[in-house]
């Protein structure tokens, strides 16, 4: 009941955000922050829940980026058309790089997705239909209301924050069906779960995949409201990161967890870069640097864990492990 | 024709030599505490903005460079072993992960805002000319680098097979509470060990300053190179790292060469899964 109740003012606070706070920067601000937060929450399913440590997301966030900007560039379609594609081409991805890299465990994951990652980039670069490095472009004025190309950041906040609500709904049911069992029982033991007959290889496969179809839509939003997709922005490794980083900091494996962490780092870097300047740049990452260097010595778990633990009473201390 | 052929592959070996001598230091850290550093490439990074700096204020040359390089970064790899490492080691793995993630962006985004993002490149004279020998042209500075590279990384192998020093990191790596029970500090010597293994990345990036283009971001090219070589050559062997990133040093100007520049990273990564995935205990590792 609780829950609820907490669930319905988060969720009053989200939509009254930009009538509330109307400048044009905070409204952009709100609408990053949701934009991240969908591509964080994408990032536990595999990252949090399944324990996968992909460093890799960006090649999907890439195929959702280029699909949308392709759709027009190349087909003079709707961005709109492009997302089931991005879709498509995540999930066949994501079964390809799947397949064999999920046998690997830990450490050797997460490189062998950093070097997928480096490799999409370095094709795409050098591919000419897909712009080469100067990328593709979207609709420069919108031809009609299905271009999805707005001045002002509102109707993509609104956007955002239904994807974002489809994400945490789908993320939810997934954690609370077997599936999402299967998942935290692999992430505790691998070998555990196998012997136990949970299908380990197949159920990591799953979340991987999902992961990556929600990844794409968010990369398709976010180069539909910033009208291009070059290499750097689509398939350059800090975006990896960056979604990486805010699912930790708020907390991996939890709900709101990769919301809570976008609220934080998104107004920081956007805060930072317009009081800073071209000079800011650098700085946001030695504080990002940072940050990530604390929560990983002092609060691996993410700061939602700090909260969960302190309202948890004493009788279910032991049971939620850190990530 | 087969002549530049030749030549490539001489170019490759040098180049080979200093990835072989940085390479051995993740090996070694991942061999003896089961830790990836994905900062590794940045240590390198920072190696070779130490020698930039040292140039620029007293105009040193390698000579003055790779020693202040050298100690530079034992001292850091010791920071950071107390300072994250120890607590991180023992942590889940997303905080291993983590931990060296940002330790990486707070390298490379410090020097990126201390520096800029140009290109900086140090003065080809700095160390002698160009010599022939039998007719291959090489140059002074690659070939400093790689003899140096490739004896120091001999020397690292004896240090770790031949001396009571490498045996008790050895035993450390073994099996840490055993070791402890026989007198050995298993904090001191895997400090040791990150001393060890960050000083050789100091050292090898003050040797590519000479002729590489230095710029905050080398350091994410320079660590996958590492973590191809340690994967192909085997965790935790410093004789793997030596035949691997000799290896990997060939390929890739024979790729750039034969290919092109732009694809030599592509051939590099694409070998790097392909091992990953095929023999993850690389060439002459044991699982």
Partial sequence: MRRLLWLSVLAAVAIAYPLLLSSPFQQRLGALVLLYAIAASAWNIVGGYAGQVSVGHVVFFGCGAYAAMG??????????FGIPGGIVIAVVLAAVIGVPTLRLSGHYFSMATIAVAETMRLIVTNTDYLGAAVGLSG???????FDLSFISSLPYYYLFLLV???????????????MGFYLRAIKDSERAARSLGAPARRTKLYAFMLSAALTSVAGALYAMMFGFVDPESGLGILISVKILIMAALGGAGLLFGPLVGA?????LEEISNSVLGGKGAGLTFVVYGAIIVLIARFQPGG?????KRRSKPASE???PHAP | ?????VQVIVGGLLLGAVYALFSSGLTLVWGMMNIVNFAHGDFVMLGMYVAYVVYTLMGGGPIVGAPLAVLVLATLGVVVYFGLIRDIMKGPMLAQILGTFGLALLLRYSVFWWFGADFKSLPQNIVGGTYAVAGLRLEASRLLAGVVALLVTLGLHLLLTRTSLGSKMLAVAEDATAAQLMGIRPDTMQAIAWAIAAGATGL?????????????TVGETLGIVAFVTVSLGGFGSVPGALVAGLLIGVIESLSGYLIGAVYKDIVVYILFLFFLWFRPQGLMGKM
């Fill in chain 1, 317 to 319: 201390a032991g049971a």
């Fill in chain 1, 71 to 80: 759709a027009y560039a190349k087909f003079e379609l709707s961005p709109l």
């Fill in chain 1, 164 to 178: 974002l609500a489809i994400t945490l709904v789908i993320t939810w049911w997934m954690a609370n069906s077997r």
């Fill in chain 2, 1 to 5: 024709m087969s002549f530049v052929l």
């Fill in chain 1, 303 to 307: 700061i939602l864990s700090l909260f």
């Fill in chain 1, 263 to 267: 609220a934080i780092l998104v107004p």
């Fill in chain 1, 139 to 145: 609709p420069t004025v919108a031809r009609n209301i």
């Fill in chain 2, 204 to 216: 090898a990036g003050a040797l590519i300053a000479n002729f590489f283009y230095i710029v905050p």
